[in-house]
């Protein structure tokens, strides 16, 4: 799936924040990689949304803005160990620096990632109309889940309900055999 909607769409900080979730689970697995404990990967992955949203109007819409993102976040983390290193002024060879910062392997791509934004669109109309519609709001049109709630006149909770139920079918349908593997972990 591509890093925004199909059509160009506005930079605004409702925009941001869809985006940012779109990719908050590949910036997070590799701010605590870099940081190696849980409290300066929040702090790192804090940092990096702020420089993002700040520099919004650099963004390119259609380009990738997982690597966009994760470039941001790895010129913050070498910043980081700059300004440690002359924090405590230890003697640090370059070659260990080098390892500190060096870029992590690239990942394999998921599963999901394979998935056109035609085949979702095919499978959100082998799901109920219920489920499919919540979904197409919230993840395609980016509505927080009160304004969807307003606009079908249901609560904010069915919402989350229908959200998850719709997101379980969808796997269901785009990825056979995955199922397992996610609701174990």
């Given at each position: 799936?591509d890093?925004?909607?199909?059509?160009?769409p506005t930079?605004?900080?409702?925009?941001?924040?869809?985006f940012?979730?779109?990719?908050?689970?590949?910036?997070?697995a590799?701010?605590?990689r870099?940081?190696?404990?849980?409290?300066?990967?929040?702090?790192?992955l804090?940092?990096?949304?702020?420089?993002?949203?700040?520099?919004?109007?650099r963004?390119?819409?259609?380009?990738?803005?997982?690597?966009?993102?994760?470039?941001?976040?790895?010129?913050?983390?070498?910043?980081?160990c700059?300004?440690?290193t002359?924090?405590?002024?230890a003697?640090?060879?370059a070659?260990?620096?080098e390892?500190?910062?060096?870029a992590?392997e690239p990942?394999?791509?998921p599963?999901w990632?394979?998935?056109s934004?035609?085949q979702?669109?095919?499978?959100?109309?082998?799901?109920p109309?219920?489920?499919a519609?919540v979904y197409r709001?919230?993840?395609l049109?980016g509505?927080p889940y009160?304004?969807?709630?307003?606009?079908?006149?249901?609560?904010?909770?069915?919402v989350?309900?229908?959200?998850?139920?719709?997101r379980r079918k969808?796997?269901?349908?785009?990825?056979?055999g995955?199922?397992?593997?996610?609701e174990?972990s």
């Amino acid at each position: 799936m591509d890093s925004g909607p199909p059509s160009t769409p506005t930079l605004d900080n409702r925009w941001f924040s869809a985006f940012v979730r779109t990719h908050e689970a590949a910036l997070r697995a590799t701010a605590l990689r870099l940081c190696g404990n849980a409290a300066e990967a929040n702090d790192l992955l804090q940092d990096t949304y702020e420089r993002g949203f700040r520099n919004l109007s650099r963004y390119r819409p259609g380009t990738d803005g997982r690597a966009w993102l994760l470039t941001i976040l790895h010129h913050l983390f070498i910043d980081k160990c700059r300004s440690k290193t002359r924090e405590r002024r230890a003697d640090v060879s370059a070659e260990e620096l080098e390892e500190r910062i060096a870029a992590p392997e690239p990942e394999a791509a998921p599963a999901w990632a394979s998935i056109s934004t035609e085949q979702l669109r095919e499978a959100l109309t082998r799901i109920p109309e219920e489920f499919a519609t919540v979904y197409r709001l919230h993840a395609l049109e980016g509505m927080p889940y009160q304004d969807i709630a307003e606009r079908l006149g249901i609560p904010k909770a069915t919402v989350g309900t229908r959200l998850i139920r719709a997101r379980r079918k969808l796997k269901e349908l785009l990825m056979p055999g995955a199922t397992g593997k996610a609701e174990a972990s």
